[in-house]
């Protein structure tokens, strides 16, 4: 009788911490496998100098060294929270989805504004006929000129739209609380997608404020530290470099022969609200057990 009472015994210490561990809950992560974010936000953009190869029927050439900014309009109340009028400033919006532990698909907008500076020389190469502007007539080789902005504007204030297709890495940095009431989690992603122009250009006494193509594609890398809270709810920081390259740039919306190329380098941080959602999370919900 004894015996069989120790034996009991002996077998529900051994059991015991056994249970413990089967019974032992994982938390509920964002960066979980079936987890989907999206975010909203707002950017500020730089750009690297470039050349802008113009052609025409009756031109043909190239300014070097121009520069240009980004245009954020200053913050307003009816601009950047009213829903009719989010999409006008520099934006920024993503969908995103884990597919695996720590790895997810993404696409979405980044909405850049680039506005050619004027403040600058540059260098300008290629001929100009009479019949397609007297002002500039002639031809150049390696010519300075300063550009009046009444004579020669170029800008993608329309959108220079940069449609992101991106592979992200995440890494959980910290978490606090006993339901990750509070988290922080690293990104990191690399991306490529196409570039959708919409153009304002003034040349040969003609502007024309939204022509709008396909004008080639850019490629680049992004970092952003995001901070959770409540498992739903993030703020992101973002930061992120590209190389775009424009072959196609249409700078008149009825004549196909009128268009630009170029190519350029851009450097961007964006602050962006976000949500989480655990659609087929593997772990969906802080009780379940950890087999």
């Known amino acids: 009788m004894y015996r069989k009472l120790l034996f009991i015994f002996l077998l529900a210490v051994i059991a015991n911490p056994a249970d413990a561990q089967i019974r032992k809950h994982s938390r509920k992560r964002s960066t979980n496998a079936g987890s989907l974010f999206f975010y909203w936000g707002y950017n500020r953009t730089a750009y690297t100098p470039s050349s802008i190869h113009f052609l025409g029927s009756d031109y043909d ?36 989805y884990y597919f695996n532990q720590k790895w997810a698909f993404s696409v979405g907008v980044d909405h850049f504004n680039y506005v050619m500076s004027h403040a600058n020389e540059v260098t300008v190469d290629g001929h100009i006929a009479m019949s397609a502007d007297s002002l500039w007539a002639g031809n150049y080789t390696r010519e300075s000129k300063l550009i009046d902005p009444a004579e020669l504007h170029y800008e993608h204030s329309g959108g220079l ?19 990750r009431q509070f988290a922080i989690t690293g990104n990191v992603g690399l991306n490529v997608g196409p570039m959708l122009t919409t153009t304002n250009f003034l040349f040969a006494n003609e502007q024309t404020t939204r022509s709008t193509a396909l004008s080639g594609y850019g ?73």
């Open 61 to 96: 050439f190239t300014l070097k060294g121009v520069k240009a900014t980004d245009r954020q309009p200053k913050f307003g109340a009816n601009l950047y929270l009213n829903p009719m009028n989010v999409t006008i400033p520099q934006y920024n919006f993503r969908v995103g």
């Open 219 to 291: 490629i680049g890398a992004n970092a952003s530290a995001r901070l959770e809270f409540f498992k739903h709810v993030f703020i992101q920081a973002e930061g992120g470099v590209a190389f775009a390259h424009l072959p196609g740039v249409k700078t008149r919306a009825n004549d196909r022969n009128q268009r630009a190329k170029q190519a350029f380098g851009l450097a961007s941080a964006n602050v962006s609200l976000g949500l989480i959602f655990y659609i087929r999370a593997k772990n969906a919900c802080d009780s379940c057990p950890h087999w």
């Open 161 to 179: 739209n940069y449609i992101r297709i991106e592979l992200m890495r995440s890494f959980d940095l910290l978490e606090l609380g006993d339901r």
